[in-house]
C-alpha cells in the first residue's frame, strides 16, 4: 500500500494540465467518492497495526497535495485565461455622462454674460404674496394680469400666488438693499396658459434690474445690445419696439430675427420672422418710490426673458414641450 501510495505522490507532483477539464479529470481520478485517495482510505482498515501510524500519515500527505495541486493549477489556468481573453487593442468602452439641461446651459451662459457686466445673481420664491408679484411694481388693482387667466392663486388666500415672473425677486433685492443695485434673478415662473408649442404653463426666466444715479435708456440698450451679440452673434438682428409694462416707463420689447426660418416665418415665430426674447424699459418712479429709493436722485432700468425662447432659438427647437418631457433621446443631444 505505502508503494501505491508514493507512485500517487510521485504523479501528483509531476502532473500538469493545459485546461480545466484536464484539472477536472484528474481531481475525479484522485479526490472524487470513488477515487484513488477515498479508495486508499476505504482499505486503511485492512492495513496491521504496526504499519497504521506510517500509512495514515503517508495517505494525509498525499490527499493534502493533491487538494494543493488541484487548487494551484486552478488558479493558475484562470489567471491565464484572463490573459487570454483581455485585448488590448479594444477601445475603451465609452462612458455614459449625463449632460445638463439644455434650459440649464442656457441660463448659465447667459448669466455668465450678465456676471462679466458685474451682475450679482438673486434668488427668491416660487410662491409669492400679491405685493412683491403685482402691488409693489405698480400693477393697479384691476391690472388683468392679476386675472385667473394668468395667475395660479393658492387656493384658500388669493394674497398668495405663484409667481407670474422673477421681477419679484427684485422686490426683495429692493427692500434689503440700497443702490446701486445691479442683480439678475433666474427662475422658474407659472402662468396659466394652455400648452401649445410656444407656451407652457411653467417656464423659466432671468429678469435684471440695475439702478443707480444717471442710469439712461441709453445705457439700457447698450447692455441688451452686448448681451444679444455675445449669445446669439455679431449678425443677429434686434430690434426694439415700443411696449407697455406697469413697472416700467418708458418700456420696450426687444425681438431678434427668428433663426429658424431666417426670417421667412414660421410656426415658431408666428410667421413674422421676429421672435420676442425680451421685455425692458426705465423703472417707474413709483415702483422705486414704493421700495423705499428716492426716485429723485436714482433711476433703474429692467428687463426680462424667457429662457425656454432663447434656448429654442440657439438649438433650432421647434416645440417648447421637448424642455418638460425628459426624453433622454432629446436631452443627450445638447
Ligand atoms: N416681468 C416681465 C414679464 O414677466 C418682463 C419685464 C421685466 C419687462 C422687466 C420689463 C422689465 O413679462
Not at 490527499?63 to 483581455?86: C, G, P, Q, T, W
Not at 433666474?186 to 442710469?215: M, T, W
Not at 434686434?238 to 431666417?262: H, K, N, Q, V
Amino acid at each position: 500500500m505505502l508503494e501505491k501510495i508514493n507512485a500517487l505522490l510521485n504523479e501528483t507532483e509531476s502532473f500538469m494540465a493545459k485546461t480545466q477539464s484536464e484539472l477536472e479529470d484528474f481531481r475525479i481520478k484522485m479526490l472524487s467518492k470513488k477515487g484513488e485517495v477515498s479508495t486508499l482510505f476505504n482499505e486503511f482498515k485492512n492495513v496491521p497495526n504496526e504499519l497504521k501510524k506510517e500509512v495514515g500519515q503517508a495517505l494525509n500527505i498525499l490527499k493534502n497535495k493533491a487538494l494543493d495541486k488541484i487548487e494551484h493549477l486552478r488558479l493558475a489556468l484562470e489567471s491565464k485565461e484572463e490573459e487570454v481573453n483581455f485585448d488590448l487593442s479594444l477601445t475603451a468602452y465609452p462612458e455614459l455622462k449625463g449632460t445638463r439641461h439644455p434650459l440649464s446651459q442656457v441660463r448659465n451662459e447667459i448669466i455668465e454674460v450678465f456676471t462679466r457686466l458685474g451682475y450679482v445673481i438673486s434668488e427668491g420664491p416660487e410662491i409669492e404674496d400679491d405685493w412683491h408679484v403685482f402691488s409693489a411694481l405698480n400693477f393697479p388693482p384691476e391690472h388683468p394680469a392679476r386675472d385667473m387667466q394668468d395667475t395660479f392663486f393658492i387656493e384658500k388666500n388669493p394674497d398668495i400666488v405663484l409667481r407670474t415672473h422673477t421681477s419679484s425677486v427684485q422686490v426683495r433685492v429692493m427692500d434689503n438693499q440700497k443702490p446701486p443695485i445691479r442683480t439678475i434673478s433666474p427662475g422658474r415662473v407659472f402662468r396659466n396658459e394652455a400648452i401649445s408649442a410656444r407656451a407652457h404653463c411653467i417656464f423659466h426666466q432671468i429678469e435684471g434690474l440695475y439702478i443707480d444715479k444717471n442710469v439712461s435708456f441709453a445705457d439700457l440698450k447698450q447692455t441688451l445690445m452686448y448681451f444679444a451679440k455675445e449669445i446669439f452673434g455679431n449678425q443677429t438682428k434686434i430690434r426694439l419696439r415700443p411696449s407697455y409694462f406697469p413697472f416700467t416707463e418708458p418700456s420696450a420689447e426687444m425681438d431678434i430675427s427668428c433663426s429658424l426660418c431666417g426670417g421667412k416665418g414660421c410656426n415658431v415665430c408666428k410667421h413674422t420672422g421676429w421672435l420676442e426674447i425680451l421685455g425692458c424699459g426705465m423703472v417707474d418712479p413709483n415702483v422705486l418710490e414704493s421700495n423705499g429709493i428716492d426716485s429723485k436722485v436714482y433711476t433703474g432700468f429692467a428687463f426680462g426673458m424667457g429662457i425656454e425662447r432663447m434656448t429654442m432659438l440657439k438649438y433650432g427647437i421647434k416645440d417648447l414641450r421637448r424642455f418638460f418631457e425628459n426624453d433622454v433621446r432629446f436631452l443627450r443631444q445638447f
